[in-house]
């Protein structure tokens, strides 16, 4: 079964340009992540999705960050434009969305991450 | 709001020595995940805990759930060169399905 594949792995932009990521989430999980992860942090939550809906996007820096997750699959993360704060490793995560007793997302599989450089 | 503290932030330990991250959470938590990140890698789940006072086991590694579920922490016995990463907890509430994540523990294995 292949994972959660995202790209492009790494991009480098001047600031003030626009930047788009694409995550393919593990095939019949609903539940979709975007993390940003800095480098010697943790990962902090941007946006999550339920299918196609957007349920958590209280992180996203919504002036110039934005997402979609059209048909509830695929998922794109788009900056514009871009700041030489962004520069970080952007990680995409599914899980499979049946929650457990307690609102229990279970494990979360995670992509490669896309990292973004930011001059 | 809601914060994951853990500590400590690095780690140098010999090979064949034990490591220990900890995490403490300012409120009551449903379950708690943990996760190892290799240099240059994405997180990987290692486990989840759910009932308090649980504790679990994966070959050397022993994770532990506080018994008022806002404490946990992982054990690593005899250390190998393969334990280097950075270990994440990561606790969830019953109120929402957020995950809130602890700022990592790196493993160093000094040469």
């Known amino acids: 079964e292949a994972g959660v594949v995202q790209s492009p792995r790494y991009k480098i932009i001047e600031k003030k340009q626009p930047v788009a990521f694409w995550c393919n989430p593990i095939?019949?999980?609903?539940?979709l992540y975007w993390y940003r992860q800095n480098l010697g942090q943790g990962p902090e939550l941007l946006i999550r999705?339920?299918?196609?809906?957007?349920?958590?996007d209280s992180q996203l820096p919504k002036d110039r960050f934005s997402a979609e997750r059209l048909k509830g699959v695929d998922s794109t993360l788009k900056i514009q434009p871009a700041e030489l704060g962004d520069s970080a490793v952007y990680l995409c995560?599914?899980?499979?969305?049946?929650?457990?007793?307690?609102?229990?997302?279970?494990?979360?599989?995670f992509g490669e991450g896309s990292r973004l450089t930011v001059l | 709001g809601q914060q994951v503290m853990q500590i400590p932030q690095y780690q140098h330990v010999q090979e064949g020595e034990d490591f220990t991250t900890y995490c403490n959470s300012s409120t009551t938590l449903s379950n708690i995940q943990w996760y190892k990140q290799r240099p240059g890698g994405h997180p990987v789940f290692l486990i989840q805990l759910v009932k308090s006072g649980e504790v679990k086991k994966q070959k050397r590694l022993t994770f532990q759930f506080g018994e008022a579920k806002k404490n946990s922490s992982l054990h690593i016995t005899a250390t190998q060169t393969t334990d280097v990463g950075t270990y994440f907890c990561?606790?969830?509430?019953?109120?929402?399905?957020?995950?809130?994540w602890g700022a990592g523990t790196k493993l160093i294995i000094k040469p």
């Open positions: 095939s019949g999980h609903n539940t």
């Open positions: 995560a599914s899980s499979s969305g049946r929650f457990l007793a307690g609102g229990n997302t279970g494990e979360l599989f």
């Open positions: 999705y339920e299918n196609e809906e957007a349920v958590d």
């Open positions: 990561a606790g969830q509430k019953d109120s929402n399905y957020q995950l809130i």
